[in-house]
Every structure is written in structure tokens, then in C-alpha cells.
């Protein structure tokens, strides 16, 4: 039985969903630009945000420019609003604003038609569930890996959201099956995958060197293709302005893991690079940042 504490804490995620989801667009988007510029500026940002955002422009934290850490809090208040609102919003709408040039758009029809399997890696940056939503017009389900969140009734509501529009998804853990088995079956298939790949601070990270720093990201998407002969694609998802947002899509040499996902990460940074205030990663990810805890666990 579910603690008072989830319940409270599922019946408030389920008011906050419901208030933003039928609030009028401009409503919201005004409540969730104000309160990302407010929290972006409050004691200058959050400090490991500067400090990702250091790595990303080649300074050090105290260099990073006040305005960009504000865009960049303003960003991720942005991706939760669409999350929010995502269910409510007609998907004709997302994909007419979402830009993606026909080479681009092409490659995704070329690939998947060859039957081989596609794979879709993705950064936290921008709105994933956008791209989603995109790839689904264009070529149907996909499936994907979601984490497991307590309570329980809120990883199923996030799940519940996700299939709505059209995505297939597996618990990471706590399936019927692990995600790797059923994942390697829809590709050997000739479908679809997306997963997140740029950060796993665990014993199965691969190590990688992100601009220019060591750190660790997922073994899944390279050991996926590897293994299953599928295409692998790098994507990465900015907002160029207040309307619309951009996918630009890498593909990726697969050989092994270690040097596929080496490249995986080469194609993130040169994303983000071009749009640091749309990567929303607030957790610390280079080894430089990690706590003796978890240097602990790693060895």
C-alpha cells in the first residue's frame, strides 16, 4: 500500500499537471518563463549548471556569463511546460513547429526502410518527448526505456502519458524481461529505439573524454547496434526561438562500444555546443565534480 507521502505527492503532481495542461498557452507560457528567468538569476543559478555550462564554453564557472545560466534555467522551465502541456497539444502542431532539414528527415526514411534496425540517442537537451512525437508521424511507434520513479503511481502516470502519444515503453528495471532483451528484439525487427545516452555514473558507463574532460555515458545505444547490426543515429533538440525547436541528427560509425560511444559523445558536444543553454543537465557528470561516494562505488 502506497504511503500518505506518495499519495500526496501523486495527487500534487496530478493538480500541477491538470493546472498547466488546460491553462491557456499564453498563461503558461508567461508563469513558466517568469519563474525560469527568477530561479536562473536567484543567487546567480544553480551552481552545477554553471559549472556544466563552464565546460561547454571553455571557461571557468565564475567566467560563465549570468545571462546564459538564466537562459539555460528558462530553457528547462520551457521543457516542462511542453511536458506538462504535451498531452493537450495536437501533435500536427509540434511537428509543423519543429524544424529539420530534408536531409535529415530523408535519412531517417532511408535508414529505417532498410529494415536493419534504427537507434535514436539523445542528449537531455531540449524536449526528447518532442522528438518523440515527431518520429512518430514520420515512421510510427518506437520504443524506449523509462527509469522507475516513486511513487509507483507516478512512474505509471508518466508511462501512461508517453504511450498516449504513441511511444512504447519499458521499465528500466522491474520488467517482465530486461529492457536490453525486448529492445534488441524490436530492432533485430526492423523497428525503432530512442534512448537517452549522456550520462551513467555507474559501474556500466563507458568511459568517454566530453568536451575535453573525462566522465562516463550509457553502454546501451553502441551495445545495442553493435550486437544487432542497427543503424545508430546522435540526436540533439534546441530551441532556436520562443516558436519553434530544431533536431539535427549525426550518424554514428558502430564498430565497439567503447569507441562508438566515444563518437556518440563527440556528436553531443558538437550539438550543444551550438545551443548550451538548451542542454538541461543540472546533476554533476565529469569525474572532476563527483562526490568521494561515488568515486567509491566506481572502483
Same mark, same amino acid.
Given at each position: 500500500?502506497?504511503?500518505?507521502?506518495?499519495?500526496?505527492?501523486?495527487?500534487?503532481? +496530478? *493538480?500541477?499537471?491538470?493546472?498547466?495542461?488546460?491553462?491557456? =498557452?499564453?498563461?503558461?507560457?508567461?508563469?513558466?518563463?517568469?519563474?525560469?528567468?527568477?530561479?536562473? +538569476?536567484?543567487?546567480?543559478?544553480?551552481?552545477?549548471?554553471?559549472?556544466?555550462?563552464?565546460?561547454? /564554453?571553455?571557461?571557468?564557472?565564475?567566467?560563465?556569463?549570468?545571462?546564459?545560466?538564466? !537562459? %539555460?534555467?528558462?530553457?528547462? !522551465?520551457?521543457? #516542462?511546460?511542453?511536458?506538462?502541456?504535451?498531452?493537450?497539444?495536437?501533435?500536427?502542431?509540434?511537428? *509543423?513547429?519543429?524544424? /529539420?532539414?530534408?536531409?535529415?528527415?530523408?535519412?531517417?526514411?532511408?535508414?529505417?526502410?532498410?529494415?536493419?534496425?534504427? /537507434?535514436?540517442?539523445?542528449?537531455?537537451?531540449?524536449? #526528447?518527448?518532442?522528438?518523440?512525437? #515527431?518520429?512518430?508521424?514520420?515512421?510510427?511507434?518506437f520504443a524506449t526505456v523509462a527509469e522507475r520513479l516513486e511513487p509507483e503511481s507516478l512512474f505509471d502516470r508518466f508511462v501512461e502519458y508517453r504511450e498516449s502519444l504513441g511511444f512504447e515503453v519499458f521499465p528500466l528495471t522491474g520488467g517482465e524481461q530486461p529492457p536490453f532483451q525486448v529492445l534488441s528484439q524490436r530492432l533485430r525487427d526492423g523497428g525503432l529505439v530512442c534512448l537517452l545516452g549522456d550520462r551513467?555514473?555507474?559501474?556500466?558507463?563507458?568511459?568517454?573524454?566530453?568536451?575535453?574532460?573525462?566522465?562516463?555515458?550509457?553502454?546501451?545505444?553502441?551495445?545495442?547496434?553493435? =550486437?544487432?547490426?542497427?543503424?545508430?543515429?546522435?540526436?540533439?533538440?534546441?530551441?532556436?526561438? %520562443?516558436?519553434?525547436?530544431?533536431?539535427?541528427?549525426?550518424? /554514428?560509425?558502430?564498430?565497439?562500444?567503447?569507441?562508438?560511444?566515444?563518437?556518440?559523445?563527440? !556528436?553531443?558536444?558538437?550539438?550543444?555546443?551550438?545551443?548550451?543553454?538548451?542542454?538541461?543537465?543540472?546533476?554533476?557528470? #565529469?569525474?572532476?565534480?563527483?562526490?568521494?561516494?561515488?568515486?567509491?562505488?566506481?572502483?
Open positions: 500500500m502506497a504511503s500518505w507521502q506518495d499519495r500526496a505527492a501523486d495527487l500534487g503532481y +496530478r *493538480a500541477g499537471w491538470a493546472a498547466v495542461r488546460y491553462a491557456p =498557452e499564453s498563461v503558461a507560457r508567461r508563469a513558466f518563463d517568469a519563474a525560469g528567468t527568477v530561479a536562473g +538569476r536567484r543567487g546567480g543559478g544553480p551552481d552545477q549548471l554553471r559549472a556544466n555550462l563552464s565546460r561547454v /564554453i571553455g571557461t571557468t564557472p565564475e567566467q560563465v556569463p549570468d545571462e546564459l545560466v538564466t !537562459a %539555460a534555467v528558462r530553457s528547462y !522551465a520551457r521543457y #516542462w511546460r511542453e511536458a506538462f502541456r504535451l498531452p493537450s497539444t495536437d501533435p500536427a502542431q509540434i511537428v *509543423a513547429s519543429t524544424v /529539420i532539414s530534408d536531409y535529415d528527415a530523408e535519412l531517417v526514411d532511408r535508414l529505417s526502410a532498410a529494415g536493419r534496425g534504427l /537507434i535514436f540517442a539523445l542528449p537531455h537537451s531540449g524536449n #526528447w518527448d518532442t522528438c518523440g512525437v #515527431w518520429l512518430v508521424d514520420r515512421q510510427g511507434q551513467d555514473l555507474s559501474r556500466h558507463g563507458v568511459p568517454v573524454t566530453f568536451f575535453g574532460e573525462p566522465t562516463r555515458m550509457p553502454a546501451g545505444p553502441a551495445k545495442l547496434a553493435v =550486437e544487432t547490426g542497427a543503424a545508430l543515429l546522435a540526436v540533439h533538440h534546441s530551441y532556436p526561438d %520562443a516558436d519553434t525547436s530544431k533536431i539535427v541528427l549525426t550518424e /554514428i560509425e558502430v564498430d565497439d562500444v567503447p569507441r562508438t560511444t566515444q563518437r556518440l559523445a563527440d !556528436a553531443y558536444a558538437a550539438g550543444i555546443a551550438t545551443a548550451p543553454a538548451d542542454w538541461h543537465m543540472l546533476q554533476p557528470l #565529469w569525474e572532476a565534480d563527483w562526490s568521494d561516494r561515488r568515486r567509491e562505488a566506481l572502483r
